[in-house]
């Protein structure tokens, strides 16, 4: 693959992954400001102007990709708009939320400790508050608005990057936080938009992606997955058997190893298996001469 093509498949996928975190990080401070719980140090995740929170992240990321780009689609262009609008909305409401916590009066305008002069002061402090609390409120109505249509967008971006190459593996290891976002019919939804047969699909896919990076473990249970689903599916079935030999091998378990390479080298499949013909006859080579120097010993 092009380096520069694999440069933006990832930064595709952090998007998205950042995407994730501002929704999900959003419904955690609504849930305690309706619990009446919300401090300023539980917001800085969410948002910030030094570059720590993740809706900053977001902003930066967008504005990188699509703000000054030609090939950019208006589906990209306008998410930018809206993470751009959200972080505005975002800052004033952590600035609402600052004012409340920080300078909110200690003393209550009946205190004896006050002289006339404080009491009014205190008094025109409250009605800020009252103000600054009205205008928190009304910026977690507005920025609830935001979130949801950013969350619809965010599943027309996923669509918009079917072809990504990480995004099968992405979204099996995401489905909590997918689901959380979206509920479990409107993830399943997205899976069957996204691909044909969109469970066995999305597991087959994954697999193939651990396959690749040869994490040969994690591809054969997924790959033994995708068999329940299909037990005919010859090709999962090559995959299954190929994976485990390589599995035991590395587990130095020869003879189990030396098993299921012969029963992925029986299988008479064509297409795309055939690349992993060549691995497959050194894999059962070395295993013959690991188990005669075992029997040899």
């Known amino acids: 693959m092009h380096p520069k093509r694999t440069n933006i498949d990832k930064k595709q996928i952090d998007l998205i992954k950042e ?10 401070c609504r ?5 009446g719980t919300l401090c300023f140090a539980s917001i800085e995740d969410f948002v910030d102007d030094r570059g720590k929170s993740c809706l900053f992240r977001l902003k930066e990321m967008c504005h990188e990709l699509f703000r000054n780009s030609d090939q950019a689609s ?5 998410y930018d708009i809206t993470v751009g609008y959200i972080f505005h909305e975002a800052m004033k409401l952590r600035e609402n939320l600052y004012q409340l916590e920080y300078y909110r009066p200690k003393h209550d305008v009946s205190s004896a ?29 507005e920025i609830t608005i935001l979130i949801r249509e ?13 072809t990504n190459y990480l995004l099968p593996r992405f979204i099996f290891e995401h489905q909590r936080s997918l689901i959380a976002i979206y509920g479990r019919k409107g993830f399943h ?9 969109g469970t066995k ?9 651990y396959l690749e990076s ?8 997924l790959f033994q997955k995708a068999l329940r689903l299909d037990p005919n599916d010859l090709f999962a079935t090559f995959y299954y058997f190929y994976t485990t030999a390589f599995y035991f091998y590395y587990k130095s378990k020869f003879t189990k190893a030396i098993e299921f390479a012969y029963k992925a080298h029986g299988l008479k499949i064509d297409g795309e298996v055939q690349v992993y013909g060549e691995s497959l006859k050194e894999l059962i080579r070395d295993l013959s001469q690991e188990i005669r120097r075992k029997k040899e010993k």
Request: net charge positive; hydrophobic share 40%; with cysteine.
């Open 189 to 197: 939804e997205l899976l069957n938009e996204l691909y044909t047969n």
């Open 19 to 28: 995407s994730i975190c501002v929704v999900t990080k959003c419904m955690e």
């Open 150 to 162: 950013l969350a619809e967008q965010l599943k027309d971006l996923i669509k918009l990057y079917h």
């Open 201 to 209: 699909a999305l597991i087959y896919r994954t697999a193939k992606s």
């Open 214 to 221: 040869e994490h040969y473990g994690i591809a054969r249970k």
């Open 31 to 35: 849930t305690l400001f309706m619990q």
């Open 74 to 78: 208006y589906r990209e262009k306008l």
């Open 113 to 141: 400790e006050l002289t006339l002069k404080e009491k009014k002061i205190v008094q025109e402090i409250e009605i800020l508050i009252k103000k600054a609390e009205k205008r928190l409120r009304e910026g977690f109505k």
